[in-house]
């Protein structure tokens, strides 16, 4: 079974940046997708940004402009980065990967933005 290890959260200041990364435990040809989720305290899990095994991304409106999905297909690896990091980004942020009719969850990082 395919795991998804997610890293590269930690505690940053206003307008600083962050790169999270997605590592497989197989090769990520053969996703369908991988998506960015976030789910803040108190909050519902959201739907950040994502990339088709094409390469089309999408964002929600919020982190357009300062997110970016990008991934290495040699590392088995999927990237968010986030620039411009405001108070709002704080979450945990999870990798998801669709993989035919299964999707695959990461464990989540910890993103904590303060003023």
């Known amino acids: 079974q395919v795991r998804l290890e997610e890293s590269g959260g930690g505690s940053v200041q206003v307008g600083e940046s962050l790169r999270l990364s997605c590592t497989a435990s197989m090769s990520i040809f053969s996703f369908k997708a991988v998506r960015w989720y976030r789910q803040a305290p108190g909050k519902g899990r959201e739907l950040v940004a994502s990339?088709?095994?094409?390469?089309?991304?999408d964002y929600t409106n919020s982190v357009k402009g300062r997110f970016t999905v990008s991934k290495d297909i040699g590392k088995n690896t999927v990237y968010l980065q986030m620039n411009s990091l405001k108070p709002e980004d704080t979450a945990v942020y999870y990798c998801?990967?669709?993989?035919?009719?299964?999707?695959?969850w990461g464990q989540g990082t910890q993103v904590t933005v303060s003023s």
């Open positions: 990339m088709t095994a094409g390469g089309t991304t």
């Open positions: 998801n990967a669709a993989l035919g009719a299964t999707a695959v």
